[in-house]
């Protein structure tokens, strides 16, 4: 007999005619049967492309492999493809991600291989998620097609002592493994760290500080030049940490916030290791006073604020605000070596200029000048970046000792680019300078680098005046 006749049964009154058998609950449907042959096979062109599309966002949003099994997500897949039968995260651990990075690492060997000289940075750092060390590299150039590419190359875990010697072995088997030699190493960006600068230097090759590292270091000297200073951020710590460990007392200033109409905000408690944290949090509290006044009067904090104490939390962040436009000029995607001259001589004038506000924090600002000064003396003279500066068409028109080095420089390096020779290609540069022209600075809004920035541009120098 026919397997067909599992499914239908013959009418009793008309034997032409046959009726369709309920469906059992342990068992599959014909309708079910049919649409599980229609799955398409894992070797389809379509099932490959969808399954690589999942790797891709597995890989761009940080995902979990167990991401593939959520219920959820299977659902959704469900929905949009019912004939595409999900891989087991196994697969996508084993063969769908090691083939999407075999795919990228081919695409960025061959850029790469058609650059002649190649920037890095590298960094170490310890995970927030588990108990290791990190080393990383990534890398800068310019294509043919004068297009600016970066990359991440590496990752890695970095097991035991940090020595210079260890740093050094692993960058290069880094650069090793992308066909890199250290003639094509233009630059390395790193910490200042003694064992990273002395990593870099027994490479041979040249390496810069993090300009955003530094002025974490110099803060630090900044905040702790003043006891004023520390109490206020001793003081502060102990207020943000009550809220922090008591939802009663974040639920009760809320209800205040909601009373006064204030936006519904938290405070932020800064961290060791991040300088504009402490910053944010001051930010936070001056922006809840109000709101804390009030609690204040009907619960105990921790630590009390006086007026003066108030005052003097709000000139210190008036203090820190150009570091914070300095780090984040410095660190956003499109930043340059160009960048970094222009911004250290703004922030310089900006710490230099005396005002009867100042009162309270002299100590701090002075230090913070000193710091800025000492850790920052040589970034005039440094030609990877007073060159950047002068090819810049918003700083170019400078005429500081500096920038005029900058030139003679430049035309040196062109010239023994090309095999000539230089002696007669240095131009004179004693005749009357042309008016230097206001160029638009890639800063948004108007705060106190802007401005200071506008007079370095309109007197064309790029450094404060005795």
């Known amino acids: 007999m026919s397997a067909v006749w599992k499914y239908f049964q013959v009418d009793d009154k008309n034997v032409s005619i046959a009726k369709c058998n309920p469906a059992e609950d342990e068992s599959a449907n014909a309708a079910g049967s049919f649409q599980e042959e229609r799955k398409m096979p894992g070797d389809s062109a379509k099932a490959q492309t969808i399954t690589a599309k999942v790797a891709q966002m597995i890989a761009m949003s940080d995902l979990p492999f167990a991401f593939v099994e959520n219920p959820g997500f299977l659902m959704l897949m469900e929905h949009i493809e019912p004939r595409f039968e999900m891989p087991s995260r196994h697969y996508f651990t084993e063969k769908a991600l090691p083939a999407l990075h075999k795919k990228i690492f081919d695409k960025v060997l061959v850029l790469l291989s058609d650059a002649p000289h190649v920037s890095f940075t590298t960094d170490i750092w310890s995970s927030s998620v588990a108990p290791m060390s990190l080393l990383s590299l990534t890398a800068q150039w310019i294509d043919s097609s004068f297009v600016l590419r970066r990359a991440t190359l590496h990752v890695r875990e970095f097991r035991g002592s940090h020595t210079a010697e260890r740093i050094q072995q692993s960058i290069e088997n880094m650069l090793n493994n992308w066909g890199i030699d250290k003639e094509r190493v233009h630059v390395i960006l790193r910490d200042n760290a003694a064992n990273m600068k002395k990593a870099m230097r027994d490479m041979g090759v ?9 002025c974490q270091l110099c803060v630090q000297e900044g905040l702790l030049s003043q006891r004023s200073v520390t109490e206020i951020l001793a003081n502060a710590r102990k207020i943000v940490g009550h809220f922090k460990h008591s939802p009663l007392a974040y639920s009760r200033l809320e209800d205040i916030q909601m009373d006064l109409h204030m936006d519904i905000k938290r405070l932020q408690q800064d961290v060791q290791t991040r300088w504009n944290s402490s910053l944010y949090m001051l930010q936070s509290l001056l922006e809840q006073k109000r709101a804390l006044s009030v609690f204040a009067a009907e619960r105990t904090l921790p630590a009390a604020l006086t007026a003066y104490q108030w005052e003097l939390m709000s000139k210190v962040a008036d203090v820190l605000s150009p570091f914070e436009e300095l780090t984040k000029v410095v660190s956003r995607e499109t930043a340059t070596a160009a960048d970094v001259i222009p911004a250290i001589t703004v922030l310089i ?37 007073y060159i950047a500066t002068l090819l810049d068409p ?17 035309i040196q390096e062109v010239a023994k680019s090309e095999g000539m020779r230089v002696a007669s290609a240095v131009p004179e540069e004693t005749g009357a300078a042309a008016e230097p022209v206001n160029k638009a600075p890639r800063h948004e809004g108007c705060s106190s680098l802007d401005s200071a920035f506008e007079e370095i541009l309109q007197r064309g120098s790029h450094r404060p005046g005795p």
Not at 209 to 214: D, I, L, P, R
Not at 394 to 410: F, I, P
Request: charged share 35%; net charge positive; with cysteine.
């Open 349 to 385: 004038r900006v710490l230099s200029r005396e005002r009867d506000e100042d009162q309270g924090i002299r100590t701090m600002k002075r230090t913070l000048l000193d710091a800025v000064e000492k850790r920052f003396a040589d970034v005039e003279t440094e030609p990877l970046f």
């Open 206 to 214: 040249r390496s810069l500080g993090c300009v955003a590292h530094s």
């Open 394 to 410: 918003r700083y170019k028109d400078g005429q500081s000792a500096n920038l005029l080095l900058a030139k003679e420089h430049l």
